[in-house]
């Protein structure tokens, strides 16, 4: 890296942006990443208007360099609901359009399927989907596959409560703990 542009900090982490010689173009690097740093006889000049943090979310963001294929995400909530979402790291630098109760956002499919559905799930009943229809049914199957592991867990869970409850009971049934145990654990299998 010959020289680094500017430093930004994001997501916990600080990145610089500078022009790497090896692969001959401009790159970020994660500052606790770098080894070591050797002064230099080259020099460079900071492009005009340059900015690192535009740059660094460039690389970062999936699809944000090609906005023609991206799918227009609209989203219906309340003022302070959307406010809230376009706070949000991936919908605040991808939003397109905004007015009062509808935001749109361009989004590549890849992060619709993926990463979406469970940034949007916090949100509820508090916003309403609008397009596309892909990210609709995607947050079904994602809700659905919540309520069912939920509801695994919750079965699990009250056949354990039954098994207690069962134990507890010969608790008070026998007067001898150690056979009382031994018979649990046999039945059970714990």
């Not at 090896?22 to 080894?35: A, C, G, P």
């Not at 340059?50 to 460039?58: E, R, T, V």
């Not at 605040?92 to 989004?107: Q, Y």
Request: aromatic share 12%.
């Amino acid at each position: 890296m010959n020289g680094a542009f500017r430093g930004s900090f994001w997501k916990g982490s600080w990145y610089t942006v500078g022009f790497c010689h090896l692969r001959q173009e401009l790159r970020s690097f994660r500052v606790d990443r770098i080894i070591d740093l050797e002064p230099s006889d080259h020099s460079f000049e900071r492009p005009a208007h340059f900015s690192a943090k535009d740059f660094l979310l460039g690389q970062l963001l999936p699809g944000s360099d090609q906005a023609s294929s991206l799918l227009k995400v609209c989203i219906h909530g309340e003022k302070q609901v959307l406010d809230e979402l376009c706070k949000h790291w991936l919908f605040g630098h991808t939003l397109i359009k905004r007015t009062a109760n509808v935001a749109e956002f361009g989004l590549n499919i890849e992060s619709v399927l993926t990463y979406v559905p469970y940034f949007l799930f916090p949100y509820g009943k508090a916003i309403r989907i609008a397009e596309p229809q892909i990210l609709i049914s995607r947050m079904v199957e994602v809700m659905t596959g919540m309520a069912s592991y939920y509801q695994e867990m919750l079965s699990a869970n009250s056949d354990l409560e039954a098994m207690e409850n069962q134990f507890v009971h010969r608790k008070e049934d026998e007067s001898d703990g150690k056979i009382r145990y031994k018979y649990c654990c046999r039945r059970h299998r714990f």
